[in-house]
């Protein structure tokens, strides 16, 4: 986890450089997946689901490879990071609700 939090400026980046991309649905979903890990990780909230941290840990850490399953400078390249990503919504989906009603959020897959 110390790991990872050394890296979430750059996570922050990439987040923020997607939208550029026209990503922004993928964008909101990886700003959304950094507030609830460093909450998490900050103990401002307290996760009943133990697998939600490291899973949205390794979809960023896969968001942020450049080089992965299909490349993302070529076309189509962020299909398999919105895959990764939906994984993780889904397989989450009663930790992030609860997550968005502490904090008055919108979930950002409901809206993609």
């Given at each position: 986890?110390?790991?990872?939090?050394?890296?979430?400026?750059?996570?922050?980046?990439?987040?923020?450089?997607?939208?550029?991309?026209?990503?922004?649905?993928?964008?909101?979903?990886?700003?959304?997946?950094?507030?609830?890990?460093?909450?998490?990780?900050?103990?401002?909230?307290?996760?009943?689901d133990f697998a939600a941290l490291p899973e949205?840990?390794?979809?960023?850490?896969?968001?942020?490879?450049?080089?992965?399953?299909?490349?993302?400078?070529?076309?189509?390249?962020?299909?398999?990071?919105?895959?990764?990503?939906?994984?993780?919504?889904?397989?989450?989906a009663p930790e992030f609700e609860k997550y968005?009603?502490?904090?008055?959020?919108?979930?950002?897959?409901?809206?993609?």
């Amino acid at each position: 986890m110390a790991a990872f939090r050394s890296h979430l400026a750059a996570h922050k980046l990439k987040a923020e450089t997607l939208e550029a991309s026209g990503q922004g649905a993928l964008r909101d979903q990886a700003s959304f997946l950094l507030r609830f890990i460093e909450d998490v990780l900050d103990d401002a909230y307290a996760s009943d689901d133990f697998a939600a941290l490291p899973e949205s840990i390794f979809a960023l850490r896969y968001l942020a490879k450049g080089v992965d399953i299909i490349p993302d400078n070529t076309a189509g390249g962020f299909t398999d990071d919105a895959a990764v990503l939906r994984a993780v919504f889904e397989g989450h989906a009663p930790e992030f609700e609860k997550y968005c009603r502490k904090n008055g959020l919108e979930n950002p897959l409901a809206s993609s």
